[in-house]
């Protein structure tokens, strides 16, 4: 059974910088694509950014310059570093990973997700 922990959330003021950890059990984590998204209060679930197994990466607009996604295949933990936060990054954050191996694509999709975390709170105060 995959399991995803996500860590790392709190409330910081804008501007300033936090760093998330995704933990993953149950299966060779290095050969799997991996996904960080977000969902603000009274709003969809929204794409962060994305990395394959073996390193490519992709970004939403909103994050690029600012967000940084890392993975550590010796210790099965995905990382997102968050800096310069705005108000608007306020959301709970979920690590996620696809049940099928697709090859060096980092998945803009959450549909293309089988496997969630159950979140971690950010709170980025004005």
């Known amino acids: 059974q995959v399991q995803l922990v996500e860590s790392g959330g709190g409330l910081v003021q804008a501007g300033g910088s936090l760093r998330l950890s995704c933990a993953a059990s149950g299966r060779t984590f290095s050969r799997y694509a991996m996904g960080w998204f977000r969902q603000a209060p009274g709003k969809e679930r929204e794409f962060v950014v994305a990395?394959?197994?073996?390193?490519?990466?992709s970004y939403a607009d909103s994050v690029v310059g600012r967000f940084t996604i890392s993975r550590d295949n010796a210790k099965n933990t995905a990382y997102l570093q968050m800096n310069s936060l705005k108000p608007e990054d306020t959301a709970v954050y979920y690590c996620?990973?696809?049940?099928?191996?697709?090859?060096?694509?980092?998945?803009?999709?959450?549909?293309?997700?089988?496997?969630w975390g159950q979140g971690t709170q950010v709170t980025v105060s004005s």
């Open positions: 996620a990973t696809p049940s099928r191996l697709v090859g060096s694509i980092a998945l803009r999709d959450d549909r293309s997700y089988d496997y």
């Open positions: 990395i394959s197994w073996s390193g490519g990466t």
